[in-house]
């Protein structure tokens, strides 16, 4: 027979492995079945919205991203370092690890398949990674990287945790996709009157209307020089209209389809959110028992 401190206790236990065993078996079914059952697109004929692609991770044009532990370049990182707090004496002593700085990327990168390029916005994603360093040090930044030694057995008093996607690894990638093609905003009366106002600041690019050399811009010249001005937006538009579109993975607006990268292929996903779904399903039904169980005993 359990006091009543003891059913509460164990009533409270049961109670969240319950909670925490369904969420799990809900979220692991949800993002199974979606991941399996949404196709693989590639960037250049991918639709606009909620999209899955796979490629490879590459840096754009500007300065590198670079985990600012190990100084690797990537394409995004991710760092903790936790320092070893202690309290107490003797057999009373007691040890907890607290967090004094953390971060991640938020910097932009490419997706590459064989058909063109994304760009990825990584905020607000699950990022999934397969490259994760671990050391220990007695500085609050690592004076050396996790093959530079560190302390012995992990008996320093920081702790610098790093993981990274690295440049040219496989990424999978589901999340929402758009593409952005430079268009027309502005009617092509107003970028005609902008063309003529930079022609008026500049003298010689007017003076080439001046037909008959007197210094001035008769009715007829201005009607020239508004007709080349015409001509000169419609081609503007037409090498606008020819440049490739610029394409977006990031969040979404919907926030209940998740956002995920992956240096794991799809399979491996797919089997890890199986494994949650099973694991969240034996878990809600111990958990169901034991209340059961607990309810009958008192």
């Known amino acids: 027979m359990l006091d009543p401190g003891e059913f509460w206790l164990l009533a409270t236990l049961l109670g969240a492995t319950l909670c925490l065993s369904l969420f799990g078996f809900i979220r692991g079914a949800t993002r199974k079945r979606l991941i399996a059952d949404t196709p693989t697109s590639r960037v250049r004929s991918a639709a606009q919205g909620y999209v899955e692609l796979m490629g490879q991770a590459r840096l754009m044009e500007g300065a590198p991203i670079i985990a600012p532990l190990t100084g690797t370049h990537c394409a995004w990182y991710s760092y903790r370092i936790d320092r070893r707090d202690r309290s107490g004496s003797g057999r009373q002593s007691r040890q907890r690890w607290t967090c004094v700085d953390q971060g991640t990327s938020t910097d932009l990168f490419y997706l590459e398949d064989e058909t063109g390029q994304c760009v990825v916005d990584p905020e607000g994603a699950q990022v999934v990674h397969v490259h994760q360093d671990r050391w220990h040090g007695d ?7 996790p093959k530079g030694g560190g302390t012995f057995l992990g008996a320093g008093r920081y702790r610098y945790i790093e993981s990274r996607l690295h440049l040219e690894d496989d990424l999978y990638a ?6 952005h093609v430079t268009g027309d905003e502005t009617t092509l009366s107003t970028e005609v009157a902008r063309i ?4 008026k600041k500049d003298p010689a ?8 050399k007197d210094g001035e811009i008769c009715l007829e010249e201005w009607e020239a020089a508004r007709q080349a001005a015409t001509d000169t937006a419609l081609m503007q538009r037409a090498e606008r209209a020819m440049a490739p579109a610029t394409h ?3 969040r979404g607006p919907d926030r209940r389809r998740p956002y995920i990268l992956s240096a794991l292929p799809e399979d491996h996903l797919v089997t890890r959110y199986r494994w949650m779904t099973r694991l969240g399903g034996l878990g809600f039904l111990l ?7 607990l309810l009958l005993t008192t």
Do not use: Q, T
Request: proline content about 3%; charged content about 20%; aromatic content about 14%.
């Open 205 to 212: 690019a007017l003076a080439r209307f001046d037909a008959n």
């Open 139 to 145: 500085s609050r930044r690592p004076l050396v990287g």
């Open 248 to 250: 977006l993975l990031s």
């Open 287 to 293: 958990s169901i028992g034991g209340l059961a169980w």
């Open 196 to 199: 003529l106002r930079e022609w």
């Open 174 to 179: 589901i999340g929402y996709f758009r593409s």
